[in-house]
């Protein structure tokens, strides 16, 4: 699946990730995660999205924001927008596939594979474009929660499925209790 000489570019939907990872019962310790892929090949970026309540005094990612920003992580941020839908429920929006999709396309010249961390069917015609410039694209997610986090068109599209629940052992930690508001936050990111 992974050549060591191939240079290698994670992306990584912040929330979809998360809400995979928490199917599946555990948390995700992106040190590990990072070591895991400089390991399969050489790792010129690892690329992490999420979008960020600026309104609130304390952002329940932003430790987790910052530790990887120091870590070796490209952080690629923005402002969530706040709204109130019909049933008068309080939700967040902050959508990164464009940022996500410009990037990977910007870098899809100096690299061999792309692993995308996510199962966003939304993501589909960007792998077939990145496949069309003549890189290897692997997605990471899950079949086995119920239901699946994977779209079948971009499990069929990708030219590797990582299930993320054999990433388990390598990669993750028992999940910790989220504060109520870290866990509101990755909940309505992609409302």
Same mark, same amino acid.
């Not at 809400?19 to 390991?39: P, S």
């Not at 309104?55 to 920003?69: G, T």
């Not at 109130?84 to 410009?102: A, C, P, Q, W």
């Not at 990582?162 to 993750?172: A, F, H």
């Given at each position: ?13 912040g ?27 050489? %790792?010129?970026? @690892? ?15 932003? =430790? $987790? &924001? +910052?530790w ?36 990977? %396309?910007?870098? @899809? ?15 589909? =015609? $960007? &792998? +077939? ?25 971009l ?11 054999? %990433?388990?052992d ?22």
């Amino acid at each position: 699946m992974f050549y060591r000489d191939e240079k290698l570019a994670l992306f990584i939907d912040g929330s979809n990730l998360y809400a995979a990872a928490r199917a599946l019962a555990f948390d995700i310790d992106y040190k590990l995660l990072r070591q895991e892929f400089m390991q399969r090949g050489k %790792l010129l970026r @690892a690329f992490y999205y999420t979008a960020l309540l600026e309104n609130d005094d304390y952002s329940p990612i932003r =430790p $987790l &924001v +910052d530790w990887l920003h120091y870590n070796g992580f490209t952080m690629v941020t923005k402002p969530a927008k706040e709204f109130v839908d019909s049933h008068g429920r309080r939700k967040v929006k902050g959508n990164m596939d464009i940022e996500l999709t410009v990037d990977a %396309l910007e870098i @899809a010249p100096h690299v061999d594979h792309i692993v995308l961390f996510s199962g966003d069917g939304d993501f589909k =015609p $960007l &792998v +077939d474009a990145l496949q069309r410039k003549g890189v290897r694209v692997s997605v990471v997610s899950t079949i086995r929660s119920q239901p699946p986090m994977i779209a079948d068109d971009l499990r069929r599209q990708a030219d590797n499925f990582i299930e993320l629940d054999e %990433l388990k052992d390598v990669v993750g930690r028992p999940p910790r209790e989220p504060r109520l508001n870290e866990r509101d936050a990755y909940e309505s990111e992609e409302t």
